[in-house]
């Protein structure tokens, strides 16, 4: 028997941040948030990639416990090490040998533009689904 | 209050608006009420509106971004810090998000002010993570490996080998100076040292080679810092291996076994 109305995808979920958002919308966007991580800290390094908000994605490449390199984004300028102005946007976060921030330019426009940009920094090998997943 | 006093503080209000007016340029959506965090990040205030008419106010989750770049926090924090976080955001009236890992406050137009402030004052406490957290500095403590475990390692390696260890002696040399070791090795008649040294290749070396000299124990050394070759092979009763991060008791045992045979011969 067919519902009349209110079925569970497409229930209304009285959150107080987004009240026209239905619940599967809110568990996909949490599912995917968790990112996608290859390597392991114990195996001497790894790299996470991972959706902060619905157009931001972050990312960070750690050897061993310490972060080397990461991709950053913030909404607000900030002053890197020696107190210069780095725009808002995004930029690396650059730990090691030498803790700086490093604008990147030109700034992705898109998700897909960031992965790019990922992917070409670290010669990184995303599998298509990975990908998918991140850019779904 | 002195006329000079109010004239100062006239002057220090006027400049101070300024500086605010400044920081208070809307950027990528947000705006900033002029705050900095500890790495000199802008702390932003992100606003949506409410289908209630109501104001969301967030930091965006960019300060504890920031901790998980650094390497002090991982990207989703566990249970444990979850209400953590939750109490420190009680101090503010703030709520923490869990899926925007962000301090929020709800507000109207008018009391925006307020929160703005509110949420500010949260996420730079939150910043104060990094001197609290177990690790203040990721980076060093997962570089510098740590000196006992490296000797305890090469013993069990080396006494598993038929040598007997024993673990940060110290040999007495001719000239009655006494070289610290990190163990000293010992199978029939052979002896051989090892030294752990922090200083420049050059420094380290000259030690070393005094040390092997003074003693007429041959030396392994393992250089903190990387060591050029043609540094590597030149001291005799000496093998040098670069890099502690990256010496292995295998390898320094391999080194060991050669300068045991060359002594013997």
């Known amino acids: ?136 | 209050m002195s006329p000079v006093d109010s004239d100062l503080l006239d002057q220090a209000a006027a400049h101070l608006r300024e500086a605010l007016l400044v920081a208070l340029t809307p950027s990528l959506g947000t705006l900033s009420l002029g705050m900095r965090s500890s790495t000199g990040r802008e702390i932003p205030i992100l606003l949506q509106r409410l289908a209630n008419g109501e104001l969301l106010v967030s930091d965006a989750g960019e300060t504890w971004g920031e901790l998980v770049m650094t390497g002090h926090a991982s990207v989703r924090p566990s249970k444990a810090q979850s209400e953590r976080l939750k109490r420190l955001g009680d101090m503010y009236k703030v709520g923490w998000d869990h899926g925007a890992l962000a301090f929020e406050a709800l507000c109207t137009f008018y009391t925006l002010p307020d929160a703005a402030r509110r949420v500010t004052a949260a996420s730079i406490a939150l910043d104060g993570w990094r001197a609290l957290s177990d690790q203040p500095d990721v980076i060093r403590v997962a570089r510098t490996p740590n000196l006992s475990t490296l000797s305890a390692r090469v013993a069990e390696k080396a006494r598993s080998v038929g040598w007997h260890v024993t673990e940060n002696q110290s040999l007495a040399g001719k000239t009655g100076f006494s070289w610290p070791t990190v163990a000293v090795l010992d199978r029939k008649s052979t002896r051989v040292g090892i030294r752990v040294s922090h200083s420049k290749p050059e420094v380290a070396i000259e030690q070393a080679v005094g040390c092997a000299v003074d003693t007429n124990t041959p030396i392994v050394l393992v250089a903190k810092t990387e060591v050029p070759d043609s540094f590597l092979h030149r001291a005799a009763h000496v093998a040098v291996i670069p890099g502690l991060a990256k010496a292995t008791p295998r390898q320094i045992l391999e080194a060991v076994d050669r300068l045991a045979s060359q002594s013997s011969v």
């Open chain 1, 1 to 136: 028997m067919r519902r009349a109305r209110g079925f569970d995808s497409a229930k209304v979920v009285a959150h107080r941040k987004r009240l026209y958002a239905t619940e599967t919308e809110l568990w996909d966007e949490a599912a995917r948030s968790k990112g996608f991580t290859r390597g392991m800290a114990r195996e001497g390094w790894n790299v996470v990639i991972y959706l902060k908000s619905e157009c931001i994605i972050r990312a960070k490449l750690s050897v061993g416990r310490a972060p080397v390199e990461a991709l950053d984004h913030h909404r607000r300028p900030s002053k890197n090490e020696t107190g210069v102005q780095v725009p808002a946007g995004y930029h690396w976060d650059v730990f090691y040998p030498l803790v700086r921030k490093e604008p990147v330019s030109p700034q992705p426009t898109g998700r897909e533009s960031v992965l790019a940009a990922l992917v070409h920094r670290w010669h990184l090998e995303l599998d298509p689904t990975v990908q998918q997943e991140l850019l779904r």
